[in-house]
């Protein structure tokens, strides 16, 4: 992460994204600010409600602009997204930016065939024709590792396998040489082994290409493995962050210190309970007040004067790290030791 | 696809095979002698059992059936009124004339009256439903919505008679409902007709726009469509390549479900127009208590949604490759 | 009788009946008279048709006052003809269109002012009766041709009569078959053979019958008895094309659709009492019901001013609307159809002559008018012969006309004096709404007078089978009569005369009484009108004193139609409206 006053590739500035509902206002992002640097990946980790994959449809437009409040600025490449025009975004999306997706069988459209929907991206942006275009979807089907892709081009995606689908998904994002990747949970639904190849493909496509990859999870493992950043997203907010290696082994918020302890690992001893967190995400339509996490936080009552329930701490970052915890350093250090004997 | 469609058709046969059969039983399950109404006022046995001869039903019923199974396939000979050439569907017991040529006599005014009906109510009824999926929830798709409400709860006979009397008796608007050919002329045919076509617009519209409306709104939301999105692709594209086609397929099989029934003879909508198509038919059929005439309208109602429902299935198979058709 | 749609005709409006016209007699606001006289059921009265002259029976047929040569005249009806050959055609509607081509040697020549009167059609008179009424002889005009412009022969006449015998001859009506001599054993012309109880010689032909008929030549004026030319003779399928020796010629029809009359251009004016034949088309239009029908006449736009309705009535949901709106009303026939619906009595089960007139006192007949429709559909009958037919004779056993509601009293004591208190009493009903709310009125009232009432629901198609059959398990159904022509034989003997009782028959209250039986044969013999009249009238009160039947009701027919039709008069021979006498106004 580089420093404020330089212009990063992208770079998101208190970030607001709030939904009119019938039953109020949905504070989906709640000032949320970050920027990513070509060749880098930016891993955000959050439960669901997180406001993780808002922020990055939002990056993308693709949120509903009758019912969505954005304030806050996205500048890719020195571009202002959020008041671009529609016209404007249909250029850049697919082409300068792409977006990987969970569920790679819903997100495939069931009535057009693989080549095609790889190819009508390619077409869109670059106005080749459909030789060249069936001719691109093949050798994409080819660098994503899909056998055959000269026969499997012109396959459904029911016909193909859940990790080749996924492949073709990502074939389909990097059509164009995007230069911003956002990639959303892509291999939570696959199984472990197909997730480690589309990890390794999405990290060769970015040396080869200098992706800038902003990569969504509520895996801190695949973090490990793939991201350079981390971000961790509560209730709308960023709560933590700072380089891979500071989150994950020394983190400093409560709310990341309960995922790694939520979490299986390999290198640790077998014995130990996993401590999924207790109670369940906040509602975004009625946040709770001061700090989003204090009602499921163990160390709340740690603080003196309920301040965790009526002030909201602020996020204070330095050099790229930093978390917002009304905790002393001192209670951090004494209360977070458990975590890194168990894991270290 | 071609494996697909043979399949059927033989299906659809024995299906049909199997209705006559059933039609046929039932119609002689209930206490009737179609002999006595063409039996004069005084009907003495001998009489009756002349007319029996005449009617060919003097024999037992599976030798009814029999013959009559003879007659689609390889014809019959009907003495005095002359031989019926196979598919033959017999003589009305009432008026002696030949029950296919009946039928298709009024065939194309029935087809007509679909046909031209379901141009009406798909262009409103899909457009309408289309634009309350793009407008969602604003005003244009709450007068849709409305509209398609007040729709559904008409009833032909309520509203062909209203605009009957309103548009055609007091105004003068419309023409008189009457069936001209098209092959004769074809702008009387479609103004003899557009009264009817519009009444039943009006009852089927509505279902069509609340099934577009809901199907696309559906398919909008699904994640295939945010991808298109996603790729770069407008919103018209996405529209109309990507959500229209996955809501497409449901309003297909109601379509089909649709003309498969209104070629069966739209009987209401027949008898408050005063046309003479199928539906008029078969009612009339049923009041003379005339056996071939109900065989054959009975027939040709179930082929039509028989082959209707394969078509429908191999127009989805068509539009959705995720259903295989072998 | 079967009564789906068919057969309802048959059995209602079949042929000959009534013989006075009521006082709106005629309508239209072109060229009708009488038309601001509303139409009086009360007030009609019976008159006999009469034999009219060889100068009567000579064309052309009187100018309707007011009328127009030219024009087409539209008609609008439910149901399509389903039977165009003489020899198959039974019903009053299709012997009402079929007029216009189809001649029998007598028929009922019609004045404007509605008189009626039996005339020779294509003979030179109404017929000649020898021996007693046993042997009938009429002369075939000159100068009556086919469409063709052949002339229509003696021999043709012949074959028309012989050719009722073939074996596909199954509905139309059957009166020369069992009186002729040796009509039992015939089987039709052919095979080469002619029946000799007809003999032709000249232009006159002769009939031969077993039996004295008075009426012959009012039964022969049943269109029924139209001739066929025998060399157009195509055995059933002439039913679809008959041959015309009328002043029109079917140009073109769409069985169920409609059909077209063209002038038949060989035919005489001359040679034609009945027919004026103004018009110089008439396009028939079917498949309309009467709400459909009688919208169009409210409407009264374009071609619907020049139309009228054969079969359709005024609807039931518009009759208080039309009927009481004095512009519409005037555009409408009313007429009391010579038709009887009555409740048989099955006297093979309710042996005790008693029994039946306490079902008689008991009758709801008031309920029962207003379930029907009320006084302008239905008129309340106490006798079998209609007000309308010759030989009716006002009579009121029962005190209907006195106590409309019955009288529970009188039904109690004559149930008390036969000792059949609480007697059971089967009544067959069809299934319809309205049968049922009759059916309910008329189990309310039985009660009443001291019967245990059971009602048995029959399915609609099968009823009049189920009836017909003489081991029936029903002691009362109703049915209905009319009479083919205008005479009490044609009402009482297939009803009521002993020898009818057969499966099948309509003797359904299966009376055979041997001082009935005797006078029906009297009366049938009685070659002077007058007196005929008189003793189907005393025969009637006679059935009525036994309680065969529990008479009901008379229909009203009410036909709409265009305000440009004129000569709108009824011929109470035929019992239908009279198509040869209309015009289209300019």
């Given at each position: 992460m580089t420093s404020t006053d330089q212009q990063a590739f992208l770079s998101v500035r208190d970030l607001k994204v709030h939904f009119s509902t019938e039953d109020g206002i949905v504070k989906a992002v709640d000032g949320l600010s970050f920027d990513l640097e070509k060749g880098k990946t930016l891993g955000i980790v959050g439960e669901s409600g997180s406001g993780k994959s808002v922020t990055n449809l939002t990056i993308l437009g693709l949120h509903d602009r009758h019912r969505t409040a954005i304030d806050g600025e996205i500048l890719l490449d020195g571009k202002e997204l959020t008041t671009a025009r529609e016209s404007e975004l249909e250029k850049l999306r697919g082409n300068k930016m792409a977006m990987i997706f969970q569920d790679a069988l819903a997100s495939l459209s069931p009535y057009h065939t693989i080549g095609k929907q790889i190819g009508e991206t390619y077409r869109k942006h670059t106005g080749a024709s459909k030789s060249e275009a069936r001719k691109r979807a093949i050798e994409m089907l080819r660098r994503v590792g899909i056998p055959q892709p000269d026969m499997r081009v012109d396959d459904y995606p029911h016909q193909f396998s859940g990790g080749m689908r996924q492949r073709a998904m990502i074939a389909m994002a990097l059509v164009c040489d995007p230069e911003l990747l956002i990639a959303d949970e892509p291999t939570t639904a696959l199984d472990v082994t197909v997730q480690a190849q589309i990890m390794d493909l999405l990290k060769d496509l970015q040396q080869e290409f200098g992706t800038a990859i902003v990569f969504i999870t509520h895996d801190l493992g695949v973090i490990a493995d793939i991201a350079d950043d981390v971000l961790v997203m509560y209730g709308g907010r960023c709560v933590e962050?700072?380089?891979?290696?500071?989150?994950?082994?020394?983190?400093?918020?409560?709310?990341?210190?309960?995922?790694?302890?939520?979490?299986?690992?390999?290198?640790?001893?077998?014995?130990?309970?996993?401590?999924?967190?207790?109670g369940s995400p906040p509602s975004l339509l009625n946040p709770p007040s001061g700090c989003r996490f204090h009602p499921r936080c163990t160390f709340a009552e740690k603080v003196p004067g309920g301040l965790c329930s009526t002030e909201r701490p602020l996020l204070k970052v330095e050099a790229g790290r930093g978390s917002a915890c009304h905790l002393t350093l001192d209670q951090r250090q004494e209360f977070f030791a458990d975590l890194a004997a168990t894991r270290h | 696809m071609f494996r697909f469609l043979v399949r059927r058709v033989i299906g659809a046969l024995v299906i049909l095979l199997i209705i006559s059969a059933v039609t046929f039983s039932l119609y002689y399950a209930l206490p009737r002698d179609p002999a006595r109404m063409a039996c004069g006022k005084v009907c003495t046995p001998e009489l009756l059992a002349q007319v029996r001869h005449n009617l060919g039903i003097a024999d037992p019923l599976p030798v009814q059936y029999w013959h009559w199974l003879q007659g689609v396939f390889v014809g019959r000979d009907y003495g005095g009124l002359g031989n019926c050439n196979a598919p033959c569907l017999g003589f009305s017991f009432t008026n002696r004339e030949p029950v296919l040529g009946t039928i298709m006599d009024r065939?194309?005014?029935?087809?007509?009256?679909?046909?031209?009906?379901?141009?009406?109510?798909?262009?409103?009824?899909?457009?309408?439903?289309?634009?309350?999926?793009?407008?969602?929830?604003?005003?244009?798709?709450?007068?849709?919505?409305?509209?398609?409400?007040?729709?559904?709860?008409?009833?032909?006979?309520?509203?062909g008679y209203i605009a009957m009397y309103f548009l055609v008796q007091q105004l003068g608007l419309l023409e008189q409902p009457s069936y001209t050919p098209f092959t004769e002329n074809p702008a009387k045919w479609a103004a003899g007709l557009l009264l009817p076509w519009l009444v039943l617009s009006i009852i089927f519209t509505a279902n069509y726009t609340r099934m577009t409306r809901s199907?696309?709104?559906?398919?909008?939301?699904?994640?295939?469509?945010?991808?298109?999105?996603?790729?770069?692709?407008?919103?018209?594209?996405?529209?109309?390549?990507?959500?229209?086609?996955?809501?497409?397929?449901?309003?297909?099989?109601?379509?089909?479900?649709?003309?498969?029934?209104?070629?069966?003879?739209?009987?209401i909508t027949e008898s408050v127009f005063s046309l003479q198509g199928l539906g008029r038919l078969a009612l009339t059929a049923v009041d003379a208590n005339d056996l071939p005439m109900l065989l054959g309208v009975t027939m040709v109602a179930a082929g039509a949604i028989v082959f209707a429902n394969i078509i429908v299935d191999a127009v989805y198979a068509l539009i959705d490759p995720r259903i295989r058709l072998a | 009788m079967s009564f789906s749609r068919r057969n309802f005709l048959i059995a209602t409006g079949v042929a000959a009946g009534a013989s006075t016209v009521l006082s709106a007699c005629s309508s239209?606001?072109?060229?009708?008279?009488?038309?601001?006289?509303?139409?009086?059921?009360?007030?009609?009265?019976?008159?006999?048709?009469?034999?009219?002259?060889k100068a009567d029976s000579t064309g052309a047929a009187p100018e309707v006052p007011g009328a127009v040569k030219g024009g087409t005249i539209y008609t609008l009806d439910q149901i399509d003809w389903d039977h165009l050959d003489p020899a198959q055609l039974y019903s009053s509607y299709e012997g009402a269109c079929s007029v216009l081509f189809l001649r029998g040697l007598t028929g009922y020549k019609v004045d404007s002012k509605g008189t009626t009167t039996l005339v020779g059609d294509l003979a030179t008179d109404a017929g000649t009766a020898t021996d007693g009424g046993k042997t009938w002889a009429f002369t075939l005009k000159d100068n009556v041709k086919w469409e063709d412009g052949a002339d229509v022969t003696i021999e043709d006449v012949r074959w028309t009569f012989e050719r009722l015998f073939a074996s596909f001859v199954t509905q139309g009506p059957r009166y020369p078959q069992g009186w002729l001599i040796g009509g039992d054993k015939y089987k039709g012309p052919y095979e080469g053979k002619h029946l000799d109880s007809i003999e032709v010689s000249g232009k006159t032909i002769t009939f031969k019958l077993k039996e004295a008929h008075a009426d012959f030549n009012f039964m022969l004026a049943m269109r029924g008895y139209s001739i066929v030319p025998k060399k157009h003779d195509t055995k059933e399928k002439y039913d679809k094309r008959p041959f015309s020796c009328g002043p029109y010629k079917i140009d073109s029809r769409s069985i169920g659709k409609g059909a077209t009359l063209v002038r038949n251009t060989h035919w005489v004016a001359e040679t034609d009492p009945l027919r004026n034949a103004y018009p110089d088309k008439f396009v028939f239009q079917f498949g309309f019901q009467s709400l459909a029908s009688t919208d169009r006449y409210i409407a009264d736009q374009g071609n619907d001013q020049f139309?009228?309705?054969?079969?359709?009535?005024?609807?039931?949901?518009?009759?208080?609307?039309?009927?009481?709106?004095?512009?519409?009303?005037?555009?409408?026939?009313?007429?009391?159809?010579?038709?009887?619906?009555?409740?048989?009595?099955?006297?093979?089960?309710?042996?005790?002559?008693?029994?039946?007139?306490?079902?008689?006192?008991?009758?709801?007949?008031?309920?029962?008018?207003?379930?029907?429709?009320?006084?302008?559909?239905?008129?309340?009958?106490?006798?079998?012969?209609?007000?309308?037919?010759?030989?009716?004779?006002?009579?009121?056993?029962?005190?209907?006309?006195?106590?409309?509601?019955?009288?529970?009293?009188?039904?109690?004591?004559?149930?008390?004096?036969?000792?059949?208190?609480?007697?059971?009493?089967?009544?067959?009903?069809?299934?319809?709404?309205?049968?049922?709310?009759?059916?309910?009125?008329?189990?309310?009232?039985?009660?009443?007078?001291?019967?245990?009432?059971?009602?048995?629901?029959?399915?609609?198609?099968?009823?009049?089978?189920?009836?017909?059959?003489?081991?029936?398990?029903?002691?009362?159904?109703?049915?209905?009569?009319?009479?083919?022509?205008?005479?009490?034989?044609?009402?009482?003997?297939p009803c009521f005369d002993g020898s009818q009782i057969a499966d099948g028959g309509v003797n359904w209250p299966q009376l055979n009484d041997t001082s009935v039986n005797k006078a029906i044969a009297t009366a049938t013999a009685e070659t002077d009108p007058d007196k005929a009249a008189k003793l189907w009238g005393d025969i009637d009160e006679q059935i009525m004193r036994l309680a065969a039947v529990v008479p009901d009701y008379n229909p009203i027919r009410n036909y709409f139609h265009g305000s440009k039709v004129g000569g709108v008069v009824y011929d109470s021979g035929n019992t239908c409206i009279a198509l040869g006498k209309v015009f289209a106004a300019k």
């Open positions: 962050r700072g380089t891979k290696e500071e989150v994950l082994r020394t983190p400093q918020h409560p709310y990341t210190v309960g995922l790694l302890s939520s979490m299986p690992s390999l290198d640790g001893p077998v014995d130990v309970p996993l401590s999924p967190i207790p | 065939l194309p005014l029935t087809i007509s009256l679909a046909l031209g009906a379901s141009v009406f109510f798909l262009i409103i009824g899909v457009g309408t439903g289309m634009i309350a999926a793009v407008k969602q929830g604003r005003a244009a798709d709450k007068i849709a919505s409305s509209f398609s409400l007040l729709g559904s709860s008409l009833q032909i006979y309520f509203v199907q696309l709104v559906e398919q909008l939301s699904e994640d295939y469509v945010r991808t298109a999105r996603a790729k770069g692709m407008s919103r018209r594209s996405v529209f109309f390549r990507f959500a229209w086609r996955g809501a497409m397929g449901p309003i297909v099989t109601i379509f089909g479900i649709d003309m498969g029934t209104l070629i069966g003879g739209a009987i | 239209g606001d072109a060229g009708g008279s009488g038309a601001n006289k509303a139409p009086s059921v009360d007030k009609a009265k019976a008159a006999t048709i009469a034999v009219g002259t139309t009228l309705s054969l079969l359709n009535e005024v609807a039931a949901e518009r009759i208080q609307k039309v009927m009481t709106d004095p512009a519409l009303k005037k555009r409408v026939l009313t007429q009391v159809d010579t038709t009887c619906y009555y409740f048989a009595i099955n006297t093979k089960r309710v042996t005790d002559v008693k029994v039946r007139q306490a079902l008689n006192w008991a009758w709801p007949a008031q309920q029962l008018k207003q379930i029907r429709g009320g006084a302008l559909s239905t008129a309340t009958a106490t006798t079998i012969i209609s007000p309308l037919t010759p030989g009716h004779k006002d009579f009121d056993l029962y005190g209907k006309k006195t106590k409309p509601t019955g009288d529970p009293t009188k039904a109690k004591a004559l149930l008390k004096e036969a000792g059949k208190e609480g007697q059971r009493v089967v009544i067959a009903m069809q299934q319809s709404d309205n049968s049922v709310k009759q059916a309910v009125a008329i189990k309310s009232a039985l009660t009443k007078a001291g019967f245990t009432p059971v009602l048995k629901q029959v399915d609609k198609t099968s009823f009049y089978s189920q009836i017909g059959q003489l081991d029936n398990e029903y002691d009362m159904f109703a049915a209905g009569w009319g009479p083919d022509w205008p005479a009490g034989y044609a009402v009482i003997y």
